[in-house]
């Protein structure tokens, strides 16, 4: 679930699904070296102290996306699908690759992707669950940061766990990638904000972006396309989305301030943008 404007996310909402994350992470033990978080949670752990305060708002999710290896079910005495409904989540009627769970009134969702090197899209088994086809989910697995992550959880116990989480080169060729297909306006936010306050830097994100497509992660060629189609100037649909996310849409009576914080924010998503497709040229 994703909205148009940062404001219409509720900070209660977005706790229950950090608290979601560590609900799950501790629950699938025995699955965690197949497994990696993906997806909008993924800047929070990249991104330093998420405290510190920025001109850019901080990044906010609703769910949970969990990449798994597509070789996951290796004989563990535990079953995958049981593991999550021992915590409370079932699968979902309306979408075969998700499980929810609803709590204080509000459905957080947890989904599952996986990579298939013959299809590009729709569905896979693993193990004992159903898993939405997402080139670039293996890269992501393979180059996991581990993270130390402490919060509490959907039971409300404090958790104080290590979490397996998607790295900076893969998690921009997979948003890139997610942005050609849908166009979604937190897409565009996520890839500004990761790029501008990666914790090692943002020459460092970009080059592991570079190292992506040299590598051949299979989510590059539509990351390197979306680049080039979407973000080449101020009003390009990327740029626009980015800044639209924060500030919502223009107004005739704009101030002056969120006038050019506007267009700080599109120029800033243009450069950005024209600094991962130089880096990726031979």
């Known amino acids: 679930m ?16 950090e608290s979601a994350f560590l609900t799950v992470w501790a629950g699938l033990g025995s699955w965690h070296e197949d497994l990696v978080l993906i997806g909008g949670l993924v800047p929070k752990y990249l991104c330093g102290d998420h405290t510190v305060q920025r001109t850019l ?13 597509l070789a996951a ?11 999550l409904q021992a915590q409370g989540f079932k699968a979902s009627e309306k979408h075969a690759a998700r499980f929810e769970k609803e709590i204080e009134g509000f ?5 599952f992707l996986v990579e298939k090197s013959t299809l590009a899209s729709g569905t896979a088994q693993v ?4 898993a939405c086809i997402m080139p670039g989910v293996d890269r992501a697995l393979a180059t996991a940061r581990t993270v130390a992550i402490s919060g509490i959880d959907l039971h409300g116990a404090q958790q104080n766990l290590t979490a397996r989480v998607c790295e900076v080169g893969p998690f921009l060729a997979l948003k890139l990638r997610a942005f050609a297909d849908r166009q979604q306006l937190k897409d565009a936010f996520d890839i500004l904000y990761t790029i501008l306050h990666y914790d090692g830097g ?6 592991a972006f570079a190292e992506e497509v040299r590598l051949g992660n299979p989510a590059c060629p539509d990351a390197l396309r979306t680049l080039s189609e979407h973000f080449g100037d101020e009003n390009a649909p990327g740029p626009v989305k980015a800044s639209h996310f924060v500030l919502g849409p223009v107004s005739p009576g704009e101030s002056a301030d969120t006038k050019f914080l506007r267009a700080s924010i599109r ?7 024209a600094r991962l497709l130089k880096k990726t040229i031979v």
């Not at 120029?267 to 943008?273: E, G, H, P, R, T």
């Open 127 to 130: 193990a004992d669950i159903t």
């Open 202 to 207: 943002t020459e460092a994100a970009i080059a």
């Open 57 to 69: 708002p901080r990044p906010a999710s609703l769910d949970v996306d969990l990449g798994i290896a």
């Open 2 to 17: 994703k909205y148009d404007t940062y404001s219409a996310y509720d900070p209660r909402h977005t706790g229950l699904a």
């Open 73 to 83: 079910d290796r004989g563990q005495y535990s079953n995958l699908c049981w593991d």
């Open 107 to 111: 459905t957080v969702f947890v989904d």
């Open 267 to 273: 120029q800033d998503m243009v450069d950005a943008a």
